[in-house]
């Protein structure tokens, strides 16, 4: 398909070819779940932990007689059942994260690019160089592309610190590279923006 290239001053570039095989196809929604769900179960620290019975600081007294009070059973104030005793079925230490095929994977980002250029949430800029870091040129090049209010994904077709540097400061911008994209950033931003160096790589990576 066809895609309309804009620069970095908002003004038009050309056009440029993006294959249909990775921006045009028809979208897995199932794919695109098993992949944010993984993603998000990636990023959980798995730290949790609470104290069980056995890891209470405590007495080991019987706290009454077994039979006679009418009540129920009590052998030790450490039990889950009494105030200040320990968790029962506490959380662990976990790892939480799970394995997804390498092509499921692939079929989610072109599920998820599919997605962002049939509503029109796609832009295509030629490869911004700012010659310095400074934050006001990134905000400058937002304001020319009428992004300044989006939630902007730039996807770049190899480091470029200029840029990265540029656009820490602000939250709604997120920088990355093309072959460290993922499901979840895509869909999560407003407007996904790519630089024509990015194309071939992400092509090349998802076919």
């Given amino acids: ?22 921006f045009g196809i028809e979208p897995n929604d199932h794919a695109i779940y098993l992949d944010v769900k993984q993603h998000l179960a990636n990023r959980r620290q798995g730290t949790h932990k609470s ?11 019987k ?13 030790s104030v450490k039990s889950g059942t009494r105030v200040g005793g320990g968790r029962i079925f506490g959380p662990k ?10 092509k499921l994977k692939r079929l ?4 998820a690019f599919s997605y962002k250029a049939k509503s029109d949430a796609l832009l295509v800029l030629d490869d911004p160089k700012f010659g310095e870091t400074k ?14 209010n989006e939630k902007v994904l730039l996807i770049l077709g190899q480091k470029n610190d200029e840029v990265y540097y ?42």
């Fill in 166 to 207: 540029s656009s820490r400061n602000l939250k709604r911008v997120k920088v990355v590279t093309a072959d460290s994209v993922n499901t979840f950033d895509v869909l999560n931003a407003r407007k996904v923006v790519l630089t024509k160096s990015s194309i071939e790589v992400i092509e090349k990576i998802l076919n």
């Fill in 93 to 102: 230490p976990r790892n939480y994260s799970f394995k997804l095929n390498v």
């Fill in 135 to 148: 934050t006001k040129n990134f905000l400058a090049m937002l304001n020319a592309l009428n992004l300044q």
């Fill in 108 to 111: 989610a980002r072109k599920s």
């Fill in 51 to 61: 104290k069980e019975r056995a890891e209470i600081a405590g007495s080991t007294r």
């Fill in 63 to 75: 706290l009454k007689k077994q039979k006679g009070t009418g009540g129920a059973r009590a052998g």
């Fill in 1 to 22: 398909m066809e895609w309309n290239v804009i620069d970095t001053k908002g003004t038009d570039a050309g056009k440029v070819t993006l294959s249909d095989a990775v």
